[in-house]
T-cell receptor, first 115, second 114 residues
Framework: DTGVSQDPRHKITKRGQNVTFRCDPI?????LYWYRQTLGQGPEFLTY????????KSRLLSDRFSAERPKGSFSTLEIQRTEQGDSAMYLC?????????????FGPGTRLTVL | LAKTTQPISMDSYEGQEVNITCSHN???????ITWYQQFPSQGPRFIIQ???TKVTNEVASLFIPADRKSSTLSLPRVSLSDTAVYYC???????????????FGQGTELSVKP
């Protein structure tokens, strides 16, 4: 399977704990995105990488959230001191910059439940 | 980024053609129109993308009138497995440093019945 993969698929944690999610993009895709989706809503943009550079961060990404993409390959999203409001599906997408259009391919997501 | 409006839900029966229309009155000259499909507990899946007139692939067709203020996703002969949420998105081409975030609305929940 050469699609976007995410790990873990499910995570249950207690409020106040730290969690880290991993995303492996499609090989050679230079762009990587993180989105968050709550029940009944469409995905909301969190942050975006071009290679290893983090180029944009949403206001949704509070100081407790940090994302990295070392060496422009896989990416991690860490949430510190989790809150119940962080419970959501966290989606990763990747794309290849073709200069005019950019089709994003999504992974299966990591469902986070904060108790 | 242009805002989109689409029906919240639609019902259909197996074997029928389904057309989902999306309004995007303030679409910009450089904007493309993209449709995604999402099943429960899965990430969105790219269906089709177009700029004007008609685009067709093995899954769907996308019709865009000359004024580009709306677009219609056409799914031929739907089956039960086409039950999903369909999102219409409008956005400009992605230039370096301008970001490429997709802005999703609530989407259209399509229910296909036997």
């Amino acid at each position: 399977d050469t699609g976007v993969s995410q790990d873990p698929r499910h995570k249950i944690t207690k409020r106040g704990q730290n969690v880290t999610f991993r995303c492996d993009p499609i090989s050679e895709h230079n762009r990587l995105y993180w989105y968050r989706q709550t029940l009944g809503q469409g995905p909301e943009f969190l942050t975006y990488f071009q290679n290893e550079a983090q180029l944009e961060k949403s206001r949704l990404l509070s100081d407790r959230f940090s994302a990295e993409r070392p060496k422009g390959s896989f990416s991690t999203l860490e949430i510190q001191r989790t809150e119940q409001g962080d419970s959501a599906m966290y989606l990763c997408a990747s794309s290849l910059d073709r200069g005019r259009t950019d089709t994003q391919y999504f992974g299966p997501g990591t469902r986070l439940t904060v108790l | 980024l242009a805002k989109t409006t689409q029906p919240i839900s639609m019902d259909s029966y197996e074997g029928q053609e389904v057309n989902i229309t999306c309004s995007h009155n303030n679409i910009a000259t450089n904007d493309y129109i993209t449709w995604y499909q999402q099943f429960p507990s899965q990430g969105p899946r790219f269906i089709i993308q177009g700029y004007k007139t008609k685009v067709t692939n093995e899954v769907a067709s996308l019709f865009i009138p000359a004024d580009r203020k709306s677009s219609t996703l056409s799914l031929p002969r739907v089956s039960l497995s086409d039950t999903a949420v369909y999102y219409c998105l409008v956005g400009s081409p992605l230039f370096y440093n301008q970001g490429g975030k997709l802005i999703f609305g609530q989407g259209t929940e399509l229910s296909v019945k036997p």
